[in-house]
């Protein structure tokens, strides 16, 4: 059965939704073929308790940052349902006793809080602080810098690194400094050099190895730090994260709802197979029933081995191309595993089971940057960590849509497994591991272990297989160096374009992402609406009405 649509865009995760929305925004009949039953991929909220389906978690990604203004204000995503609570402090309590609790906004709190662990700490807070900040705004822009295809001689590439480098000329010596330290430098070693107290430093290692097949001391993680530290909610805070009203999924559905009412069509359980190629040109999909979509236009979302190797297939690609693609690493070893709780965590440091301000951040169990170390360690040598390290959340301080009265979610995002576990469940070690993570937060909090009503553990396995995030990679491919900016997803095609003329790409796997940014979408629509002219021109009657 043939059907024709001016653009096909491949996965309904939060890209896929936010590219369909600019396509059908710009005139183009759109469809979006989302394989599961419901849209959101990684940014979803579900009720994962058959017995219980009035708590529900957001299963996967758990906090907002990165959503430009540009895309929240096109789309108009806060009349669709976009609402964001400012999150909370860093909170992390000590089996020594004491706690330690940093605010990204509060120089005079945190200056009090680090006091207590080092005075010196204390006063290279606010240093440290600015110094970030200062980097944020050289690489906060870039986030949304289409990135130029670099040792190309093509006048249209060579134009686009000059006005780069233009954009950048009033960069300094120190500044440049500055910038090649974050993106060669480890965690570690970066933290070393401003800070003694172990407790400030694992506090601040934390941003460095979410997601990341590295440890502090891996070289480049310096830079996770920071893609995690240049931060916008649309209200103008760099680096404040927010929770989403109803979860990530909630996220997903205002965008949904901005796609559909400028027209675009949203199939579920749409499961894509493979995408035709003609002569050199993507012509449309087909779907794993054997339906036959047709567009001047694909976008895919998916992880790249599944949209190149699997479904374009390496007769039409470039050899270098999917040499560069089997290449791609996506490995992380993260355990996301989500929990309703009956009361709040009662720590001893900090007692009570009221809701206080260090319930609201971020509720951390990665007490000094050995003992993150430790937990990578473990998985690099092939066995689960023995004391994983957590960034937890508890979403229920503000949002009360997630759970019943008095109860609460709590989603603790955990590494590490070793990094071959996308290939079996493990499920008997998952149980094992997320009891030795409970542990640990128990011995902080002596009633979190009774306070457990249901607990829902998501390894890699099933995040390859349930969600299509290859290898349980939460980004569709690691951050490291050599695949960040250009590299993304290979060199010659950072621009959110493909080797296959009318194939656009825009999965996290694109500058920008990872994360819930919505920009690695919006670039691929941006680029196909640029080359291709006549789809807009087609407009849907109801995007043409709006404009
Ligand atoms: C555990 C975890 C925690 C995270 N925490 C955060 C966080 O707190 N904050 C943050 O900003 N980011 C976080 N991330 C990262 C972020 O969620 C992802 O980078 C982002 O959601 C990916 O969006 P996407 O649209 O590119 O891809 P996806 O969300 O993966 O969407 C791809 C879609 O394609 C669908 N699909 C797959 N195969 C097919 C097929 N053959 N046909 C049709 N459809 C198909 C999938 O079902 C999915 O819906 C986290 C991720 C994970 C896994």
């Known amino acids: 059965m043939g059907q024709t649509y001016d653009a096909v865009v491949v996965g309904g995760g939060h890209n896929g939704l936010v590219a369909a929305a600019y396509l059908a925004k710009s005139g183009a009949r759109t469809v979006v073929l989302e394989g599961r039953h419901k849209i959101g991929g990684a940014a979803t909220t579900e009720s994962p308790w058959p017995d219980a389906p009035e708590f529900a978690v957001t299963r996967l990604s758990y906090v907002m940052s990165l959503l430009p203004p540009t895309i929240i204000n096109d789309l108009e995503l806060a009349r669709h349902g976009y609402k964001i609570y400012p999150m909370g402090p860093y909170y992390q309590a000590f089996s020594e006793g004491g706690s330690i609790t940093l605010y990204a906004d509060d120089a005079k709190r945190n200056h009090e809080s680090v006091s207590k662990w080092s005075k010196k700490d204390a006063d290279a807070m606010p240093k440290w602080d600015a110094w970030l900040a200062g980097l944020a705004e050289v690489l906060g822009p870039l986030l949304l810098t289409v990135p130029p295809a670099i040792g190309s001689h093509k006048p249209k590439d060579l134009a686009s690194l000059l006005r780069l480098a233009w954009r950048h000329r009033g960069l300094d010596v120190r500044t440049i400094a500055d910038v090649t330290r974050l993106m060669t430098m480890s965690i570690a070693d970066l933290l070393d050099d401003w800070f003694e107290s172990p407790q400030v430093k694992g506090a601040l290692a934390v941003n460095g190895v979410i997601g990341t097949w590295a440890g502090p001391y891996e070289p480049g993680t310096a830079y996770v730090m920071a893609h995690h530290s240049i931060g916008d909610v649309g209200d103008g805070h760099l680096g404040n994260w927010g929770f989403q009203e109803g979860g990530m999924g909630a996220v997903s559905s205002a965008i949904e ?170 499920t008997e070690e998952l149980e094992a591991y997320a009891d030795r993570m409970i542990d640990c937060y128990n011995e902080l909090a002596p009633n979190f272990k009774s306070s457990i009503l249901h607990r829902d553990i998501v390894g890699p396995y099933q995040m390859e297989h349930e969600y299509g995030l290859i290898g349980g990679n939460i980004f569709h491919g690691e951050l490291s160096l050599e695949q960040l900016f250009h590299m993304r997803p290979a060199p010659g095609f950072a621009d959110y374009r493909t080797p296959v003329d009318g194939l656009y790409y825009g999965s996290s796997a694109t500058h920008a992402g990872g994360g819930v940014c919505g920009i690695p979408g919006w670039q691929a629509a941006r680029a196909a609406i640029a080359d291709r002219k006549e789809i807009v021109r087609g407009g849907s009657r109801r995007a043409r009405g709006r404009s």
Request: glycine share 8%.
């Open 257 to 426: 709802s901005a796609a559909r009412e400028h027209g675009a069509e949203i199939r579920l359980n749409a499961p894509v197979a493979r995408v035709m190629v003609d002569g050199g040109k993507a012509v449309g999909v087909v779907l794993a029933n054997g339906d036959e979509i047709r567009a001047k236009v694909v976008v895919s979302t998916l992880h790249p081995k599944t949209a190149f190797l699997e479904q374009v297939g390496r007769e039409h690609l470039p050899a270098e191309f999917s040499t560069d693609i089997e290449r791609w690493k996506s490995r992380s070893g993260v355990v996301k595993i989500n929990l309703a709780l009956a009361e709040l965590p009662d720590f001893t440091a900090d007692p009570g089971t009221e809701l206080q301000e260090h319930h609201t951040g971020s509720v951390e169990m990665a007490p000094t940057m050995e003992y993150i170390e430790r937990a990578f360690l473990d998985a690099r040598d092939g066995k689960p960590a023995v004391r994983p390290f957590s960034d937890g959340v508890i979403p229920t301080a503000f949002d009360k849509t997630l759970s019943p009265e008095g109860t609460h979610i709590m989603s603790l995002f955990t590494q590490w497994v070793p990094a071959d576990w996308n290939s079996e469940p493990h």
